[in-house]
C-alpha cells in the first residue's frame, strides 16, 4: 500500500472527532514547521535517499513524511511521483525557494512564510513582490458586460439581444 493511501486513511480516520482532529493536525503542524525550518537553515541543500531514510533524518514518522512530500511537492524543482511512493521509494528533495514561499502563501500558512529563516533567502522586497503576485493570482477580474442593444462579439451584426444573448 503506497504511502500516500496510508496517510489519506490516517487522515479521515479524524473526520468525525473534532477534538482529535484538531490534536492530529496541531501535531503535524508543529513536526511540519521543524522540517522546514531545517531546510530554510541549509537553503541550497539537496536532500535524497529513500522515503524511511529521510523521514528518520527529519524525525518524523514515514506516513506523515509522506504527507510532508505531497505538500512541498509542488514546490521542488523536479516533482517526486507521491501517488505511487512506499517506504523504499528513492525521493529527492531540491527545493525552488522562491515557488516554496509563493506557495506558503497560497496555503495561507502564516507560521510558514514568516519564519525568521526567510529573511536570509529572500529580501524582504522579494517576499512582497511574491506575496502580492500570488494574492493577485486569486484575484478574479471580470470582462466588460455586454450591453444588450450592442452588436453581438460573435461577428454576426445582430444586436446581442437577438443572437447569442438569447
Known sequence: MSLMTQWEDMVSVFNNDAQAQQKFWTDYYLQEKGIYEKLLDQPGEVYSGTVQE????????VVLFGGFLDGINDSLKEKNPVDTIEADSQVTIDVDLEKLYYNMVAAKAEWLYELPQWNNILSEEKRKELYKAQKR????????KIGRNEPCPCGSGKKYKHCCGR
Open 54 to 61: 529521510l523521514a528518520d533524518k527529519f524525525g518524523m514518522d
Open 137 to 144: 493570482s486569486m484575484t478574479i477580474v471580470k470582462g466588460k
